[in-house]
């Protein structure tokens, strides 16, 4: 009898251990898998500006959506001269009469830590015939973005994007290319913030 009385006594306190390690605390690579994962990538604001109005915008888009900024530059910078459009002999007109002279070597034209950006806007002015300055399409072409939501914006007292934001999609191949907006030379901080917030809603 004593025998079958120590064997319940064991049993009972076998139980009661195991009842108390289902009890304990998760161990640490529980812990570990339940953790959020921050699974939204960056957002990129690449933009070429000839005149500071869009590097402005720019400036205001890395802001409203903590951004980070990319500038393009080309090896061989346009001056004010060669940025006239109506003077037949300007740089500006030689390219586009020449198409082969559009292809502008930039300083940079990748981006390090490419993949972790999801949301890439694309800032430019002039918008020269209708279409993004050409220094852009060395960017454009030198990147995939497939998988990446692109938003092109510009600058202009007049001019609107015209074709510029389709025929850069056309140009990539790839990535979620949107509408886009135009802004007017000298828009203000909190206009260019309503208009970010507005894609985000």
């Known amino acids: 009898m004593k025998k079958i009385i120590s064997l319940f006594m064991a049993l009972g ?9 289902t009890n304990q605390s998760p161990s640490e ?38 951004g980070d900024l990319f500038e393009l530059e080309p090896i061989e910078p346009y001056s ?22 559009c292809d ?14 999801d949301t890439i806007f694309i800032g430019y002015y002039p918008i020269w015939w209708g279409i993004a300055a050409w220094p852009v399409d060395r960017f454009i072409e030198a990147n995939d973005f497939t998988g990446k939501t692109v938003i092109p914006f510009a600058t202009s007292s007049s001019s609107g994007l015209g074709k510029s934001g389709k025929l850069l999609a056309q140009k990539a191949g790839t990535g979620d290319w949107q509408e886009g907006r135009r802004f007017r030379s000298g828009v203000s901080e ?8 507005s894609l985000e809603g």
Do not use: F
Request: glycine letters at 2%.
């Open 29 to 66: 690579s529980t812990l570990e898998a339940q953790q959020p994962t921050d699974e939204a990538g960056k957002t990129l604001v690449v933009y070429y500006s000839a005149t500071g109005n869009t590097e402005n915008v720019a400036n205001y888009v890395a802001t409203a959506t903590d």
């Open 104 to 117: 502008i070597a930039l300083v940079k034209s990748t981006v390090e830590n490419w993949d972790e950006y």
């Open 190 to 197: 909190s206009d260019v913030t309503a208009w970010v917030e």
């Open 80 to 101: 004010d001269a060669d940025l006239n459009w109506t003077d037949d002999n300007s740089r500006v007109v030689r390219e586009h009469d020449n198409p082969d002279e």
């Open 13 to 21: 306190m076998v139980l009661s251990l195991a009842a108390c390690s």
